[in-house]
């Protein structure tokens, strides 16, 4: 209501008295520190007699104002945002002022009277579609994973992978760096990270060449707002699958340094079901082999994560970052699969039941990194380093039982091992200089390199001894440099931007592999060299009508796995790599439209086509391999191909209907047709998915969340996904003055919740379903102590374990 009023006198105060002299007023607002625009400050005019506000206006995304119709006279001018000093100063207006220079200082919260402006849910600015999470209050009880569902057109499943538009190869930044992490720390980290500690989500799905991503770029964006003072902050998030996660967190912040200490524990348990069915059939097309599977698993998880970010403003020029974080789980789970199998033409039963226990798990991973930003000036030039480093350890023993439903084959007992280390280290370094007349160029370079190890026993026990299979028993060493230079250059005229970019890359994969009696070894030892070029066109209105078109030819060169013939054999089928698979290539071409309308939300349109050259997919075909198996059954076997060419073009709609401050309605579409040829077959299949999210505040304390989803089958190299469907209900609300938030969630109420893929391979066909307990009610708890300012840097509790703030 106090927006609407505040509003309202606004628009009042724009009309200027018929037949009066009138004048403008425009200009930019800067930070004073980094000379870098502001976006949506208010600038307002005040009469010097009684300081009621006349007329004003709020910066564009570059911080550019300009304010019309001004009687002229004498004014106080002030210009406020939140976390800036407020900006006042006495102007008389006589004529036009033009190019008017405001600079605001960091380092208190406005108490001065402001000219309230409501920053919309969505932007497009550039290359980036901007999800204001902070501005968003359906979410501020849920985490990033929960934030990162509602920015356009990112998914992430029940076991925490994102992808964007359907591609896994995305690239998450955290405040505009590359985050170096694993899979499982990246996973853990948005599964805890809360989503009232971000700023906004920046999503870019035709990232230029500052870029090293290659199905695009997240940049996830925390509150860095922080005034002098301590601040704690503990709770507790609990389900009923079921799991219980207390956790805790401590800042220290002054002008020139802070400090976040983060620890939590975890304890979850959780089970797993799938059934499914698989055909093999021999070159006439007669069946081989016919199984089926009722698979149930249980897992137990114990786990926890301690953290600490430090930052320090050594000047008013330089500043270093610094972070550390350390992870271990314990799992212990048991599966138990009853399998019915038959070979033919002459049917033999080869069914049994089989059990599974993996009693010592043991997964820890670690990271750590340095940032070094230097700012020449305050027009934006500057240098910064970063240092990155990343651990992870996954290994442990697990037994299992084969209990075989014919006689004629004698019961099977095993024991396997695993143990997998990856560790990896990376540096960049980047300059940045703004030069006159809008131009901005940027440069950098960097380098990365990971190197890891694997082992893998298979053992059975024969006449009370283990025995070692040869075959099933391997170990492999891999290691790999990934170097890139990179240049942009952009140009703005007014509400305009090009920018252009072209980025030199040279990937060197390295692999050995070989079984544990020392044959079989194979190696791969190549390089590629790699360009990506780019183009960026984009236009904004003064009334934030938003317009872009982009160009990125992007090269997908093939990992040391994937090039590797090193074959891994499995009871019923073995895998393998390609050393002859080419780099692919893909073409991307973007165009975007996207409007703020002021009583009624946000519309963001964006169109796109990706043409594949050489696209790198999952063949699945059948073959003899006499060397583990018998010289005639035939097996199923999988290895990475080039598809000769396929080519996705979609249209994502995202409307976002906000009628008053207490109620959001927000609607994510998406539609797109995927085609591929490959040795002659061809296929496509249009695919669609929505998302719908309702937020309403009632009684002026209860907040209420609904969300519904449906994602149709996708079509891949001969593979179809199945459908995914869901629905979700919530409630939260604070106390004691937001001392005391408490929330309540039902997840997948109807039990909808479903995962799984079928093959449609030629000599191979398969179908398959898995779901988990998706079905839970979720109790959350925050208590916080100390100064509500600090509340952005803290870390809050959320779900499963994870990785601090950075």
Known sequence: MKRLLIAMLVAMATVAPAGAQTARVSGMVRDAKTGEGVAFVNVGLMR??????????????????????????????????????????????????????????????????????????????????????????????????????????????????????????????????????????????????????????????????????????????????????????????????????????????????????????????????????????????????????????????????????????????????????????????????????????????????????????????????????????TTGRKVSLSLNGNMSRNGGTSNSTFVYRNPAFPDQVRRDYSLTSNPSVSAELNYTHPLKYDWTIEAGLSTDFGFGSSRQTLDTLSGGVYVRVPLRSYEGHEHGMDNAVYATVQKRWGGFTAKVG?????????????????????????????????????????????????????????????????????????????????????????????????????VNLNAYLRANTDEVGEMTSAGYAPAFFPATQLVNYTYPDNIGSSHTEGLDANITYRPTGFLNVRLNASVFNYAYKYNGDSDSKMSWSVRLNVWAKVWDKLEIFANAHYNSPQLGLYSMSVANKGVDFGVSSDFFDRKLSVYLNVNDIFGLAEWGQNTIAPQYQTTGSTQFDSRFVSLGLTWRIGKMDLEGKARQGGSDGGTPQM
């Open 48 to 377: 010097p007699s009684d300081t009621v506000f006349v007329r004003g206006a709020t910066t564009n995304f570059e911080g550019r104002f300009e304010i019309s119709d001004v009687k002229v006279g004498s004014y106080v001018l002030q210009a406020s945002y939140v976390g800036y000093e407020s900006y006042m100063d006495n102007i008389e207006i006589i004529d036009n002022i033009d190019d008017l220079a405001i600079g605001l200082k960091g380092g208190t919260l406005l108490r001065e009277v402001e000219v309230v402006a409501e920053k919309p849910l969505f932007q497009m600015d550039g290359e980036k579609n901007m999800y204001n999470t902070k501005e968003d209050p359906s979410i501020q009880t849920g985490t990033a994973s929960d934030a990162l569902q509602n920015a356009p057109g990112v998914e992430v499943d029940a076991e925490g992978n994102i992808t964007l538009r359907g591609v896994s190869s995305v690239e998450i930044w955290i405040n505009d760096r590359p985050s170096h992490m694993n899979g499982e720390a990246l996973k853990q980290y948005i599964k805890q990270l809360p989503a009232n500690a971000i700023e906004r989500i920046e999503v870019i799905t035709n990232p230029s060449a500052r870029y090293s991503s290659s199905g695009g770029v997240i940049n996830i964006v925390t509150n860095q707002t922080v005034k002098r003072n301590e601040f704690l902050s503990f709770g507790f998030r609990a389900n009923t699958m079921p799991s219980f996660s207390p956790w805790a967190s401590y800042v220290y912040a002054n002008d020139k340094f802070d400090i976040n200490v983060y620890v939590n524990a975890n304890y979850a348990h959780h089970n797993i079901y799938s059934d499914g069915t698989s055909a093999l059939f021999d070159n006439n097309g007669d069946t081989s082999r016919f199984q089926s599977h009722r698979d149930t698993t249980e897992n137990r998880n114990f786990g926890g994560y301690t953290g600490l970010n430090i930052n320090w403003n050594i000047n008013e020029k330089t500043h270093l970052a610094s972070w550390v974080g350390f992870y271990p789980y314990w799992g212990n789970n048991h599966s138990t699969v009853n399998l019915d199998y038959y070979e033919y033409p002459t049917p033999l039963n080869l069914g049994y039941r089989y059990t599974h226990d993996n009693d010592d798990g043991l997964f820890y991973g670690g990271y750590g990194g340095l940032l070094l930003e230097h700012r020449f000036d």
């Open 502 to 602: 072209l980025r030199g890359m040279m990937a060197q994969p390295y692999s050995r592999w070989q079984y544990d009696d020392g044959s079989g070894s194979t190696t791969v030892d190549t390089t590629f060299l790699l360009l990506v070029p780019s183009l960026h066109l984009s236009y904004q209105t003064k009334t934030f009508t938003s317009y872009s078109l982009s160009y990125k030819r992007r090269p997908d060169n093939p990992g040391s796995t994937q090039l590797n013939p090193f074959i891994r054999y499995d009871d019923y089928s073995y895998s393998t790599g390609n050393p002859n698979l080419l780099v692919a290539y893909t073409h991307n071409l973007e165009a975007a439209w996207s409007k703020y309308i002021m009583g009624f939300g946000m």
